[in-house]
């Protein structure tokens, strides 16, 4: 199916453990972004890429690690899950021109205990 | 820096009314998007109406329109007709091209539609 997928929707990880959340599409998007949106303070940019193998922080990278090897994967990965870390994360791609929305996915849900 | 401000955390509206939901931004680039999306409780993110800086005429989508106001830097987007469906998160962003082409979204609207 086009689109862009995340997985896994939900997740319950324990503090100081890795966890990578995956996120795939399909159409072929130069750039694509990570954010979280947590409760007054909208959705913020942790990561983002413009095309494979370049990528770049954005406002909120502390604890996160990000890598695009291929055009369509951009997954993030949390070293050391802490609880500060529970959120939800979207993942969204994009063409570059001004014009362009983001297409999201689905978002993960993740808790850290 | 570049900012979207949204000062209104929650909105009422009655059904069938138009509302209006304020978006102040930020930004000395000449060339910027406006963007609206909204976030039903299901938490998906919806595209709803895209406004350039160099365009003349106020964008419209259906029931959305964007209100632009270039000098005063708002982009208030207003729903004719509202319907219960309409009772949702909403996002302000903008796209700044020369900031990597990233959206800065603000803290969101929550509208909730009375019947």
């Known amino acids: 199916d086009a689109g862009i997928t995340q997985s896994p929707r939900y997740k319950i990880t324990e503090t100081g453990r890795q966890v990578t959340l995956m996120c795939h599409q399909t159409w072929s998007h130069s750039y694509m972004f990570w954010y979280r949106q947590d409760l007054g303070h909208g959705l913020r940019l942790i990561y983002y890429s413009a095309a494979a193998d370049i990528t770049d922080k954005g406002e909120v990278p502390d604890g996160y690690v990000v890598s695009r090897s291929k055009t369509e994967n951009f997954p993030l990965t949390l070293e050391s899950a802490t609880r500060s870390q529970t959120s939800v994360y979207f993942c969204?791609?994009?063409?570059?021109?001004?014009?362009?929305?983001?297409?999201f996915g689905s978002g993960t849900r993740l808790t850290v205990v | 820096a570049q900012k979207i401000t949204q000062t209104q955390p929650g909105m009422f509206v009655q059904e069938k009314e138009a509302v209006t939901l304020d978006c102040t931004y930020d930004t000395s680039d000449q060339s910027y998007g406006l963007f609206w999306y909204k976030q039903p409780s299901s938490g998906e993110m919806i595209f709803l109406i895209y406004q350039g800086s160099y365009d003349e005429q106020n964008a419209t989508e259906g029931r959305y329109s964007l209100n632009f106001q270039k000098a005063r830097k708002s982009a208030n987007l207003v729903i004719s007709a509202s319907q219960l469906g309409d009772s949702a998160m909403y996002f302000c962003?903008?796209?700044?091209?020369?900031?990597?082409?990233?959206?800065?979204f603000g803290t969101g609207t929550s509208l909730t539609v009375i019947p």
């Open positions: 962003a903008i796209r700044i091209p020369t900031t990597g082409n990233q959206f800065y």
């Open positions: 969204a791609s994009s063409e570059s021109g001004l014009s362009y929305g983001y297409t």
